[in-house]
C-alpha cells in the first residue's frame, strides 16, 4: 500500500560525503514524520536522525554537526546529507515513514534499506 525506496548508497572514503534519498509512494494524504536508522553488523538498529512534518528535527549525538536530514513534503521524500563520514557510520540505512495517512489507513513503513560503506 506505501512504499519507501531509498537511494545512494554506497562505498566512501573517509571523510568523504553521501546523501541518501528514500521516496515514498501510494496513496498518501500525509506524513507525520520521516526519519533514517542505521543498523551495523551486531549491533541493534538505532534511529540516526528524524524529521516531521513541521520541519523539527532531532540527531544521534554520533551524527550531530555532519548529518543534516531535511524533506520534500510536496514529493513525500526525505533526504540525509551525510558529510565528515567515518569508517563507524558504515551500516545498513533505513528509511521510515511514521504517521502515514493513506485512503484507507494509518500506518508505519519500512524501506528496504541502502548500505553506505566507509572506508578508513
Known amino acids: 500500500q506505501v512504499q519507501l525506496v531509498e537511494s545512494g548508497g554506497g562505498l566512501v572514503q573517509a571523510g568523504g560525503s553521501l546523501r541518501l534519498s528514500c521516496a515514498a509512494s501510494g496513496s498518501i494524504f500525509s506524513i507525520n514524520a520521516m526519519g533514517w536508522y542505521r543498523q551495523a553488523p551486531g549491533k541493534q538498529r538505532e534511529l540516526v536522525a528524524g524529521i516531521t512534518s513541521g520541519g523539527s528535527t532531532n540527531y544521534a549525538d554520533s551524527v550531530k554537526g555532519r548529518f543534516t536530514i531535511s524533506r520534500d513534503n510536496a514529493k513525500n521524500t526525505v533526504y540525509l546529507q551525510m558529510n565528515s563520514l567515518k569508517p563507524e557510520d558504515t551500516a545498513v540505512y533505513y528509511c521510515?515513514?511514521?504517521?502515514?495517512?493513506?485512503?484507507?489507513?494509518?500506518?508505519?513503513?519500512w524501506g528496504q534499506g541502502t548500505l553506505v560503506t566507509v572506508s578508513s
Open positions: 521510515n515513514a511514521h504517521g502515514v495517512i493513506t485512503t484507507s489507513a494509518r500506518l508505519d513503513a
